[in-house]
């Protein structure tokens, strides 16, 4: 079946830092979904990309969708202590019904 | 706007009890609705999901259960939990390309 891979599975940064993770598939995905879980939270949507080469911003946050609709990247600027949390990204399966997640990347932020 | 609810927030329960966790959507109609569950640190499991009234797909064999009495109401239950039914359950709705979830319910069996 479908697969989502992330990468870094988790990362430390300093605050103030700029943040960069990614999303890979074997196979394309039309819609790339981007969340954040706090902890003890249920995860929130961050951004939503519908176009290969589309890039959106949503704040000090900025998602792409690759060309190849077989990736997509996540950067966050300038990062603060409440950037901390997994992100997930996500796309809707071949069959319109179910999602894919990915696993996740754990971002911490020092002080 | 679309809202969805999950109750209760956490829930303390001793092995062999009854489990009942509800989940309600609002603002929106005919919504596919979906149970997760996160281990402590892990990924999200897909347990089940429903694309109208009565219509439930089961993922992984477990001893839970779930069912849509009714159009934006989704419960996921168990005749007598386990030790390993503890977890973090989420709720999510979606329609078609978006998913958004519930605060999710923390569940210990002790």
């Known amino acids: 079946g479908q697969q989502l891979n992330q990468s870094p599975q988790s990362m430390f940064i300093q605050e103030g830092e700029d943040v960069s993770m990614n999303c890979t598939s074997s196979?394309?995905?039309?819609?790339w979904l981007w969340y954040k879980q706090d902890p003890g939270e249920g995860p929130v949507l961050l951004i939503a990309l519908y176009k290969a080469g589309e890039l959106t911003s949503n704040g000090r946050l900025t998602a792409q969708f690759g060309i190849t609709r077989k990736d997509s990247f996540l950067n966050i600027s300038a990062s603060i202590p409440s950037d901390v949390g997994i992100y997930f990204c996500?796309?809707?399966?071949?069959?319109?019904?179910?999602?894919?997640f990915g696993p996740g990347t754990r971002l911490s932020v020092l002080p | 706007s679309q809202t969805i609810h999950q109750w209760p927030a956490t829930l303390v329960q001793p092995v062999g009890s009854p489990l009942s966790l509800e989940c309600t959507v609002e603002?929106?109609?005919?919504?596919?609705l979906y149970w997760y569950r996160q281990a402590a640190g892990r990924g999200l499991q897909l347990l089940f999901y429903?694309?109208?009234?009565?219509?439930i797909s089961s993922e992984v064999p477990q001893n839970l259960s779930a069912s849509r009495p009714q159009d934006r109401q989704f419960i996921l239950s168990s005749k007598k939990l386990l030790l390993s039914d503890s977890g973090f359950y989420l709720c999510?709705?979606?329609?078609?390309?978006?998913?958004?979830f519930g605060q999710g319910t923390r569940l210990t069996v002790v």
């Open positions: 603002g929106t109609s005919n919504p596919n």
């Open positions: 196979s394309i995905f039309n819609t």
């Open positions: 996500a796309g809707p399966d071949n069959y319109g019904q179910n999602f894919v």
């Open positions: 429903s694309v109208g009234i009565g219509q």
């Open positions: 999510a709705w979606g329609q078609n390309t978006e998913a958004f």
